[in-house]
């Protein structure tokens, strides 16, 4: 609709040009935004202010020539107001909104989906959760984010790769499978010192015991520098799957798990560090290999190679997002936890001194969750005394409310998850408050169905018979969906899904209480069952572009 109001808009403009209203050489892209209260229309625009400062008029006098010239052919609107300093109003007309319930009807599931992408290959990378113990709450989020944004930005027409970074090299897990060895040789009871710096959580056993299990002890023959380098790999593939599995648990599938160990052996980062090297930004200082990342508004010059010549993390980072850039990708987006928040600029100046603009790569930084209880904050896992767990909160609560509930506010603020919320059955859970309205449809359409009243077909229904004030609200506010999409696309922000159901569900059910879906009037029945059967279309699109089930039953 916007861009409808925008060519009448613009055309009007360039009426008044021609009639010598304004002049030739003003010259403004219109801009539209949602009035706070429906009394003032349905969207606004200040072009005519804009254009006041060109033109030396008053806004209200330029607003008027706009005005005037705007040529409704199609009748989208019932009127078009001037307010306050210039201010330009669109009140939409009913009609048009009764069209949405036929657009609905014909794209289904598909509605909502747009093509503002054009096709752009975009990656987005998410969780990327070292591999070396379970995966805590902060996963959890990112994982639910990342996937929303994914399905969001496909539903937006962009063709998107979702991918996983996983951390396999370097001194983490020499420590990781050194503690592991550790553990395995001690409960087979042998004297053991535990690594200081090991991994001390209690799934490290629950890991050695697994291989004892397994493989008994037969490698305890090992000497413990060939144990740890062995169980390295073992326990590594171990927790990889763990997280494979705890991932699939709540609905998030990628298309490609990236080993860093693969930058490694294929020589890439020496490949990166000589392109960096082409284009003079890498400079030698105390015996080690810096980029000059100060050049591009970093607070300080990066070490790549560290004086022993072993590369830094910062050096394979690089040479993975050359990687990517390498495969084609229009756009990267990186979700990042609020401890990279000092990563982003020296990242950013890479992708910058590769020669790619800055924008190519947009980082998303979510804030921590917090976990209560009844009142009270949960630090502790009651099953092993340690931290609570991703894979522990999906048992408890299920993928639904999960999900639901991480998506529920922007991922710059932390965010606090309310176990007993996230399981109770009434109003006051969000999660359940929406699916509820999605299963109340379905009965109602299952009763009609059984009567014999509803079609699905809109030839016929006399859609003018919806003109009751609850019916109008709910109609409006479907048609805002595709609104809703092209906005949490473009600003990536997926916490606006959450949102927008809340708020359809909500008008649902003013309308279900005032409004008796089925009654005498056979005409208004069959009106009202498509608008009902619209709801519940839109509900399940919103719902499962979160990656939340939209049930028939509860």
Same mark, same amino acid.
């Given at each position: 609709?916007? #861009?409808?109001?925008?060519?009448?808009?613009?055309?009007?403009?360039? !009426?008044?040009?021609?009639?010598?209203?304004?002049?030739?050489?003003? $010259?403004?892209?219109?801009?539209?935004?949602?009035?706070?209260?429906?009394?003032? *229309?349905?969207?606004?625009?200040?072009?005519?202010?804009?254009?006041?400062?060109?033109?030396?008029?008053?806004?209200?006098?330029?607003?008027? @020539?706009?005005?005037?010239?705007?040529?409704?052919?199609?009748?989208?609107?019932?009127?078009?107001?001037?307010? +306050?300093?210039?201010?330009?109003?669109?009140?939409?007309?009913?009609?048009?909104?009764?069209?949405?319930?036929?657009?609905?009807?014909?794209?289904?599931?598909?509605?909502?989906?747009?093509?503002?992408?054009?096709? /752009?290959?975009?990656?987005?990378?998410?969780?990327?959760?070292?591999?070396? +113990?379970?995966? !805590?709450? *902060?996963?959890?989020?990112?994982?639910?984010? +990342?996937?929303?944004? =994914? $399905?969001?930005?496909?539903?937006?027409?962009?063709?998107?790769?979702?991918?996983?970074?996983? $951390?396999?090299?370097?001194?983490?897990?020499?420590?990781?499978?050194?503690?592991? =060895?550790?553990?395995?040789?001690?409960?087979?009871?042998?004297?053991?010192?535990?690594?200081?710096?090991?991994?001390?959580?209690?799934?490290?056993?629950?890991?050695?015991?697994?291989?004892?299990?397994?493989?008994?002890?037969?490698?305890?023959?090992?000497?413990? #520098?060939?144990?740890?380098?062995?169980?390295?790999?073992?326990?590594?593939?171990?927790?990889?799957?763990?997280?494979?599995?705890?991932?699939?648990?709540?609905?998030?599938?990628?298309?490609?798990?990236?080993?860093?160990?693969?930058?490694?052996?294929?020589?890439?980062?020496?490949?990166?560090?000589?392109?960096?090297?082409? %284009?003079?930004?890498?400079?030698?200082?105390?015996? =080690?290999?810096?980029?000059?990342?100060?050049?591009?508004?970093?607070?300080?010059?990066?070490?790549?190679?560290?004086?022993?010549?072993?590369?830094?993390?910062?050096?394979?980072?690089?040479?993975?997002?050359?990687?990517?850039?390498?495969?084609?990708?229009?756009?990267?987006?990186?979700?990042?936890?609020?401890?990279?928040?000092?990563? &982003? %600029?020296?990242?950013?100046?890479?992708?910058?001194?590769?020669?790619?603009?800055?924008?190519?790569?947009?980082?998303?930084? *979510?804030?921590?969750?917090?976990?209560?209880?009844?009142?009270?904050?949960?630090?502790? @896992?009651?099953?092993?005394?340690?931290?609570?767990?991703?894979?522990?909160?999906?048992? /408890?609560? +299920?993928?639904?409310?999960?999900?639901?509930?991480?998506?529920?506010?922007?991922?710059?603020?932390?965010?606090?998850?309310?176990?007993?919320?996230?399981?109770?059955?009434?109003?006051?859970?969000? &999660?359940?408050?929406?699916?509820?309205?999605?299963?109340?449809?379905?009965?109602?359409?299952?009763?009609?169905?059984?009567?014999?009243?509803?079609?699905?077909?809109?030839?016929?229904?006399?859609?003018?018979?919806?003109? /009751?004030? @609850?019916?109008?609200?709910?109609?409006?506010?479907?048609?805002?969906?595709?609104?809703?999409?092209?906005?949490?696309?473009?600003?990536?922000?997926?916490?606006?899904?959450?949102?927008?159901?809340?708020?359809?569900?909500?008008?649902?059910?003013?309308?279900?209480?005032?409004?008796?879906?089925?009654?005498?009037?056979? /005409?208004?029945?069959?009106?009202?069952?498509?608008? &009902?059967?619209? =709801?519940?279309?839109?509900?399940?699109?919103?719902?499962?572009?979160?990656?939340?089930?939209?049930?028939?039953?509860?």
């Amino acid at each position: 609709m916007k #861009e409808n109001l925008a060519k009448l808009t613009t055309n009007a403009i360039l !009426h008044a040009k021609e009639a010598g209203e304004v002049p030739l050489s003003c $010259n403004v892209k219109p801009f539209f935004e949602r009035p706070k209260d429906k009394i003032h *229309g349905d969207w606004a625009t200040n072009v005519a202010m804009v254009l006041a400062s060109q033109t030396k008029q008053p806004p209200r006098k330029v607003a008027e @020539s706009i005005v005037k010239h705007i040529d409704d052919k199609k009748r989208f609107l019932s009127k078009v107001e001037i307010a +306050g300093p210039g201010f330009i109003n669109f009140y939409l007309s009913d009609r048009w909104f009764r069209e949405t319930l036929k657009e609905i009807k014909l794209k289904r599931d598909k509605f909502g989906h747009l093509d503002m992408g054009c096709g /752009e290959k975009v990656q987005v990378e998410f969780v990327s959760a070292n591999p070396v +113990g379970p995966m !805590h709450l *902060g996963h959890g989020r990112w994982a639910a984010v +990342g996937d929303a944004l =994914a $399905n969001l930005m496909t539903a937006a027409g962009y063709d998107v790769t979702r991918e996983f970074y996983v $951390n396999d090299y370097g001194n983490q897990m020499r420590i990781f499978g050194c503690s592991v =060895a550790a553990r395995y040789a001690e409960i087979l009871g042998e004297d053991v010192v535990f690594p200081e710096d090991g991994y001390q959580g209690e799934y490290i056993k629950e890991i050695a015991q697994e291989i004892i299990d397994k493989e008994g002890g037969k490698y305890l023959k090992l000497s413990e #520098e060939q144990r740890g380098e062995f169980f390295k790999k073992i326990a590594y593939r171990q927790v990889l799957d763990h997280i494979k599995k705890v991932l699939l648990d709540m609905g998030v599938k990628f298309d490609v798990w990236f080993s860093e160990t693969s930058l490694h052996e294929s020589r890439a980062i020496e490949e990166a560090i000589s392109e960096l090297r082409e %284009q003079e930004y890498i400079f030698e200082k105390d015996g =080690a290999l810096w980029l000059r990342t100060t050049a591009f508004k970093d607070d300080k010059d990066r070490v790549l190679i560290r004086e022993n010549g072993e590369p830094t993390y910062f050096a394979a980072d690089i040479a993975y997002h050359k990687n990517k850039l390498n495969r084609g990708f229009d756009k990267l987006i990186n979700i990042w936890g609020a401890d990279h928040h000092g990563y &982003v %600029q020296r990242v950013k100046a890479a992708i910058r001194a590769l020669g790619y603009p800055e924008d190519k790569l947009e980082i998303i930084i *979510g804030q921590l969750v917090n976990l209560w209880r009844g009142g009270e904050l949960v630090r502790m @896992s009651k099953r092993t005394g340690e931290m609570v767990t991703l894979e522990e909160l999906l048992e /408890e609560v +299920g993928s639904d409310a999960a999900r639901y509930f991480f998506l529920m506010r922007s991922t710059d603020t932390p965010f606090d998850f309310d176990i007993e919320l996230a399981k109770s059955q009434s109003s006051d859970n969000p &999660v359940y408050y929406v699916q509820y309205a999605h299963a109340r449809i379905c009965s109602i359409i299952r009763f009609a169905e059984e009567k014999g009243f509803f079609s699905s077909d809109t030839k016929g229904v006399n859609l003018e018979l919806l003109c /009751e004030e @609850s019916e109008l609200d709910l109609i409006r506010k479907l048609a805002e969906f595709e609104e809703v999409v092209e906005t949490s696309a473009s600003k990536m922000i997926p916490y606006r899904l959450t949102k927008y159901a809340e708020d359809l569900a909500s008008l649902f059910h003013v309308f279900y209480t005032k409004c008796r879906v089925i009654g005498d009037d056979v /005409e208004l029945n069959k009106a009202r069952l498509i608008l &009902v059967d619209s =709801a519940r279309q839109v509900l399940s699109n919103v719902l499962g572009l979160m990656g939340v089930s939209a049930p028939e039953k509860m």
